[in-house]
């Protein structure tokens, strides 16, 4: 995670991060490593690519102990966060506290991609590339595996903030 001294928020508003902002989506945890070298990290800027091999591309902390373990291991887990998870995305993007550990929260198995949060909708990725775009690093992951969870309502943000769940079944 990366530390600013100044409130990203404050004036003058960066437009480009007012536009970001305003693009929303579903938020994912990305986990990479094992046992005490594992990392993770919140992500919301990411995109599926269909095709043969099918990859999942995201902006990343070029910084984070995350990236620095999907390029050693090769491999991670993708995995998109329920309304619930909001305790959650908040450890692993370093807003909040998590005494003992971001992976304290919540329970996880240990697969050959990574730490996996159990019963959320995730993809196994090996990783391809990285390189530095503005000031996130671009990565580029083909899907190994996809394991589907019965649908449930997402955790999604816009402008800063997660959204209110919405009611009924999210379809």
């Known amino acids: ?5 100044e409130h990203p928020f404050t004036e003058p508003p960066d437009p480009v991060r007012r536009f970001r902002g305003r693009i929303g989506g579903a938020v994912s945890l990305w986990t990479s490593g094992a046992e005490s070298a594992r990392a993770g990290l919140t992500v919301s800027s990411l995109m599926v690519a269909n095709g043969d091999p099918a990859a999942v591309v995201g902006l990343l902390d070029p910084d984070s102990d995350l990236h620095a373990a999907l390029v050693s ?6 995995q998109l966060l329920n309304a619930a998870d909001r305790e959650l995305a908040d450890a692993f ?4 506290p998590a005494p003992g550990g971001a992976f304290r929260i919540g329970t996880w198995e240990q697969t050959a991609a990574g730490p996996a949060l159990l019963g959320r909708t995730r993809a196994e990725v090996r990783y ?13 992951a083909e899907i190994e ?3 589907l969870e019965a649908d449930s309502r997402p955790l999604e943000h816009r402008r800063g903030r997660y959204l209110h769940p919405r009611s009924g079944d999210g379809r």
């Open 1 to 5: 995670m990366t530390i600013h001294s």
């Open 73 to 78: 291991t090769g491999r991670g887990v993708v």
């Open 93 to 96: 993007g370093g807003v909040a």
């Open 128 to 140: 391809v590339e990285s390189r530095e775009v503005g000031w996130s690093a671009l990565v580029v």
């Open 145 to 147: 595996a996809i394991h």
